[in-house]
């Protein structure tokens, strides 16, 4: 069951990666070709689009560490209990 997860997990991950190269080849590309835009907004816009990716990668990172030290918590408290419950039952 892991592994078949676990090789979703990276097909879900090379297409998103596929879909956001290409659009970052096609803003690349149209960017180049815009012929009335001066160099220095394209620089600009360029450099804006690259902040944006990289802002969006830092936030999902930061959210996927959360959930998972949320997710470990909630792991030790369980386990917490189920040792409480089972001293407590081999007691009585």
Same mark, same amino acid.
């Given at each position: 069951m892991t592994n078949v997860t676990k090789s979703d997990n990276? +097909?879900?991950m090379l297409f998103n990666l596929a879909?956001?190269?290409?659009?970052? $080849?096609?803003?690349? +590309?149209?960017?180049?070709l815009s012929t009335e835009v001066p160099l220095s907004?394209? $620089?600009?816009w360029g450099i804006g689009v690259l902040m944006l990716c990289t802002g969006l990668?830092?936030?999902?990172?930061y959210r996927f560490d959360e959930r998972l030290s949320d997710d470990r918590i909630e792991r030790l408290e369980a386990a917490k209990n189920e040792k409480l419950l089972s001293d407590y039952v081999s007691d009585v």
């Open positions: 990276t +097909l879900i879909g956001v190269l290409i659009a970052l $080849g096609m803003l690349g +590309l149209s960017l180049w907004t394209k $620089g600009f990668v830092n936030f999902v990172k």
